[in-house]
């Protein structure tokens, strides 16, 4: 069994700074593509930032310059810093990550339970 456990969710000002974490846990051999999405009321889910093994990130357009992705391999860990919020940015941000439980076994995708990102003056 695998979980996703997301923190540091909440409200800020516009203009303000957020960072994200997600700890995967439990039966993990290797993580693959790790990433954050993030549904705002009365839309669809959308991506926002992955981010490979190897470090590579790749951004939604709407984000780039102002979030960074990374991640901990040795914490099986990925982060999300949030800078220049909007209100725009407001949404439930979740948690993604590819992985498999054992060396020669499938690869999985595990959600998150969501944190609340509000950007509210």
């Known amino acids: 069994q695998v979980q996703l456990v997301e923190s540091g969710g909440g409200s800020v000002q516009p203009g303000g700074s957020l960072r994200l974490s997600c700890a995967a846990s439990?039966?993990?051999?290797?993580?693959?593509?790790m990433g954050w999405y993030r549904q705002a009321p009365g839309k669809e889910r959308e991506l926002v930032a992955t981010?490979?093994?190897?470090?590579?990130?790749t951004y939604v357009d709407s984000v780039k310059g102002r979030f960074t992705i990374s991640r901990d391999n040795a914490k099986n860990t990925v982060y999300l810093q949030m800078k220049s919020l909007i209100s725009e940015d407001t949404a439930v941000y979740y948690c993604n990550a590819h992985i498999e439980s054992t060396r020669w076994g499938p690869r999985y995708e595990y959600w998150g339970q969501g944190t609340q990102v509000t950007v509210s003056s």
């Open positions: 439990g039966s993990i051999f290797s993580i693959d593509v």
């Open positions: 981010i490979t093994s190897g470090d590579t990130p």
